[in-house]
């Protein structure tokens, strides 16, 4: 059977009109943001913590923080709770890992101590995210390192002493060059191409 360009390309147009006849319309619904709005959440904060903006915080300072806004999801203790995972962790979590039920604490599993101040900063509290200050953050992150056996409770937390916390499970993870790993299985090597 032979198509002649016309009624091919009118097939084309056909499905294409119908498939934007179905797109939803979205006028009204939502706005802009500001230049703030969009400034105060574009960062990224890496390993060596750039991006860390200024504040600091203490364990001592980050219990009540974390008593009102963590303790409802995560637990009084860190321990867990009905919403929230456990955060609270360090090397013993580390030998679990292996098995068939890990726990992945942030002190157990977590590479980097500013990945844990990113997260809490981005995403923390549920349903708040972005309303801890810069100093609450630091604080509740030491908090957490220090329940977790990783810091001090006295340790104060900022952008120059936050990337020099050693995590338990900083060289758990795959190298920095996935060339370094020789068995191409263990690289997620398929078919030949590795990453």
Known sequence: MRFSNFSVAGIVLLAASASLAQTPSYANVGRTPTKEEIQAWDI????????????????????????????????????????GPRVVGGKADLETLTTVRPVRSVGGYWPYATT???FINRAMPRGQSGTLT????????AFILAKSA??????????????????????????????????????????GVCP
């Open 44 to 83: 990224g904060v890496g390993p060596d913590g750039k991006g860390l903006p200024a504040g600091q915080g203490t364990a001592k300072e980050g219990a009540p923080i974390f008593a009102a806004k963590c303790a409802a999801c995560h637990g009084a203790a860190g321990q867990g709770g009905g919403i």
């Open 116 to 118: 844990v101040w990113d």
């Open 134 to 141: 810069p100093n609450e953050v630091y604080a509740v992150t």
């Open 150 to 191: 990783i810091i001090r409770e006295d340790d104060v937390l900022d952008a120059k002493t936050l990337p020099k916390v050693e995590m338990p499970n900083r060289n758990g993870f795959v190298p920095a060059k996935f060339a370094d790993i020789p068995d191409e299985k263990k690289r997620g090597c398929k078919q």
